[in-house]
């Protein structure tokens, strides 16, 4: 079974850079898949942060683009994220997920529970 | 970037009744080289994340009750539950697969009516 678990700081302060880590389990990521990254503010929808496969190619949403990095290290069997230059408005729920098939055009079909950052000073 | 309409924002049914859920995109998310409408449904639960219900519209994930279904093809979608149970009460979330940036329905909050 596949288990997914995000690590990190819940408490970020404005400009500096939101770091968090998602380990898996029951799984090896350099067998292959996407694994990506999705954010929901409290009491809000879902956002598609980006995704990563583990040759280390990514895909970002551009909205985030120029504050994003999403880095694999397969001998960990994790992957990250760091977005650089928070804000309130990056106070969400961080989730990491696997993307079903071979391809990051495929639904999520495995999550983690979930990572709350807040960015407050 | 693809628009994710869902409706109603929130339904409350009967139990055993029948509830259907609306998502429209603003544009097709129908593959024509392989005919699969890139499209999936979740249903989140407070404090869980999303469980991926439905896949490819209307292909069942493992484990899923056979009343939830999913219909529809290149802009138009529908999740039913045909007879709803206590359990079911959650947000549903439609997602496009089709081209990035992926993109998420505002969600509809099903209740017992």
């Known amino acids: 079974q596949v288990q997914l678990q995000e690590s990190g700081p819940g408490l970020v302060k404005p400009s500096e850079t939101l770091s968090l880590t998602c380990g898996v389990s029951?799984?090896?990521?350099?067998?292959?898949?996407?694994w990506g990254w999705v954010r929901q503010p409290p009491g809000k929808g879902l956002e598609w942060i980006g995704s990563?496969?583990?040759?280390?190619?990514?895909y970002y949403n551009a909205s985030l683009k120029s504050r994003l990095t999403i880095s694999v290290d397969t001998f960990k069997n994790q992957f990250s994220l760091k977005l650089s230059s928070v804000t309130a408005a990056d106070t969400a729920v961080y989730y990491c997920?696997?993307?079903?098939?071979?391809?990051?055009?495929?639904?999520?079909?495995?999550w983690g529970q979930g990572a709350l950052v807040t960015v407050s000073s | 970037d693809i628009v994710m309409t869902q409706s109603p924002d929130s339904l409350a049914v009967f139990l055993g009744e029948r509830a259907t859920i609306n998502c429209k995109s603003s544009?097709?998310?129908?593959?024509?080289?392989?005919?699969?409408?890139?499209l999936a449904w979740y249903q989140q639960k407070p404090g869980q994340p999303p469980k991926p219900l439905i896949y490819?519209?209307?292909t069942r994930e493992s484990g899923v009750p056979d009343r939830f279904s999913g219909s529809g093809s290149g802009t138009d979608f529908t999740l039913t539950i045909s007879s709803l149970q206590a359990e079911d009460v959650a947000v549903y979330y439609c997602?496009?697969?089709?081209?990035?940036?992926?993109?998420f329905g505002g969600g509809t909050k099903v209740e017992i009516k």
């Open positions: 997920a696997r993307h079903r098939g071979g391809s990051y055009y495929d639904h999520f079909d495995y």
């Open positions: 029951g799984y090896s990521i350099s067998s292959g898949y996407y």
């Open positions: 990563i496969y583990q040759s280390g190619i990514t």
């Open positions: 544009q097709s998310v129908l593959y024509s080289s392989n005919n699969k409408n890139y």
């Open positions: 490819w519209a209307s």
């Open positions: 997602q496009q697969y089709y081209s990035t940036p992926l993109t």
